[in-house]
């Protein structure tokens, strides 16, 4: 992953509905890591055709995911089994916001019921303006915004860890 690239997972509603009887607003990392969440995937070639509709393939580097766009640029994954699909990844430029890749994959998502996971673990629908809220507080935007900036920051925050240990 590129420091200016925001990432999030496609999730099917279906499967979160089945997993906790209800939607929460938040899936935590060990919850998300037991794949118990893939049931209501479309199936594998109805969302190759929708992916090459929004970026070119690209060619990948295992043969249990396939991939759209560019590797340090917009770019689809889609990970996949022999029982089918079993995770759908989704990175953003956030150098270059492309509004059509957005659009594109947010009709995407809506059109198969699927929700959008972010890295620290927020859930919700398909929406322009709250994955822009999400990418904007995100680090990849700090980043873009000023890399000195966001370098210091860590760098001061690395020191404070080190001090905490150390008292």
Same mark, same amino acid.
């Given at each position: !992953?590129?420091?200016? @690239?925001?990432?999030?997972?496609?999730?099917? =509603?279906?499967?979160?509905?089945?997993?906790?009887?209800? !939607?929460?607003?938040?899936? =935590?990392?060990?919850?998300?890591?037991?794949?118990?969440?893939?049931?209501?995937?479309? =199936?594998?070639?109805?969302?190759?055709?929708?992916?090459?509709?929004?970026?070119?393939?690209? $060619?990948?580097?295992?043969? $249990?995911?396939? $991939?759209?766009?560019?590797?340090?640029?917009?770019?689809?994954? *889609?990970?996949?089994?022999?029982?089918?699909?079993?995770?759908?990844?989704?990175?953003? *430029?956030?150098?270059?916001?492309?509004?059509?890749?957005?659009?594109?994959?947010?009709? !995407?998502?809506?059109?198969?019921?699927?929700?959008?996971? =972010?890295? *620290?673990?927020?859930?919700?629908?398909?929406?322009?303006?709250?994955?822009?809220?999400?990418?904007?507080?995100?680090?990849?935007?700090?980043?873009? @915004?000023?890399?000195?900036?966001?370098?210091?920051?860590?760098?001061?925050?690395?020191?404070?860890?080190?001090?905490?240990?150390?008292?």
């Amino acid at each position: !992953m590129a420091v200016w @690239q925001f990432d999030f997972h496609l999730l099917p =509603t279906e499967g979160i509905i089945r997993r906790y009887k209800v !939607m929460p607003i938040a899936i =935590t990392g060990a919850d998300f890591d037991q794949g118990e969440l893939i049931i209501g995937f479309p =199936t594998l070639r109805e969302l190759e055709i929708e992916f090459s509709k929004i970026l070119p393939p690209l $060619q990948s580097w295992s043969e $249990q995911l396939k $991939q759209w766009g560019h590797d340090d640029g917009n770019r689809i994954d *889609d990970s996949y089994e022999e029982s089918g699909i079993s995770s759908i990844f989704v990175r953003v *430029d956030v150098r270059s916001i492309s509004h059509l890749f957005v659009v594109a994959v947010l009709d !995407m998502a809506r059109q198969h019921a699927l929700r959008l996971r =972010t890295p *620290d673990g927020r859930l919700f629908q398909p929406s322009y303006a709250r994955l822009l809220s999400a990418i904007q507080t995100s680090d990849s935007f700090r980043f873009v @915004q000023d890399p000195h900036v966001f370098f210091d920051a860590l760098g001061r925050a690395k020191a404070d860890e080190e001090s905490k240990k150390d008292a």
